[in-house]
């Protein structure tokens, strides 16, 4: 990766952002997943959104895949040891996420 940043949040939206990414990295901090459990979990992307996504995750460093030799081939995706490293990240998304959700269920009423 050698684009010149401004800001170094901006390098955490590029290889964090996208429609699924966050989503992916929260369902994968606890544990392996196999893919069509992580489809289901992260809100049912398409087969090509999702294999993308992964893609670009693995290449950043951030998800590990893993193909086991059986019949039929299993695969399982997983966060890498710097891949761990969001899981603040994510967890902070995850408790703003549900206190704007409680603020304006409170504010509706």
Same mark, same amino acid.
């Given at each position: ?21 966050p ?12 893919f ?5 979990? +992260? ?5 090509? #959104? =999702? %294999?993308?996504?992964?893609?670009? /995750? ?6 590990? *895949?893993?193909?086991?030799?059986? +019949? ?5 995706? #997983? =966060? %890498?040891?710097?891949?761990?490293? /969001? ?6 998304? *995850? ?15």
């Amino acid at each position: 990766m050698d684009i010149d940043y401004k800001c170094p949040v901006e390098i955490t939206v590029d290889v964090t952002g996208g429609k699924w990414k966050p989503m992916i990295i929260y369902r994968l901090l606890d544990g392996p997943r196999r893919f069509g459990e992580l489809r289901r979990l +992260v809100g049912d992307p398409s087969q090509r #959104s =999702l %294999t993308m996504q992964l893609r670009e /995750l693995e290449a950043d460093g951030i998800v590990t *895949r893993k193909v086991f030799a059986e +019949v039929p081939p299993r695969v399982e995706y #997983s =966060l %890498t040891e710097f891949g761990q490293t /969001l899981a603040p990240v994510l967890m902070a998304m *995850r408790d703003w996420g549900m206190s704007f959700r409680d603020q304006r269920r409170s504010t509706s009423r």
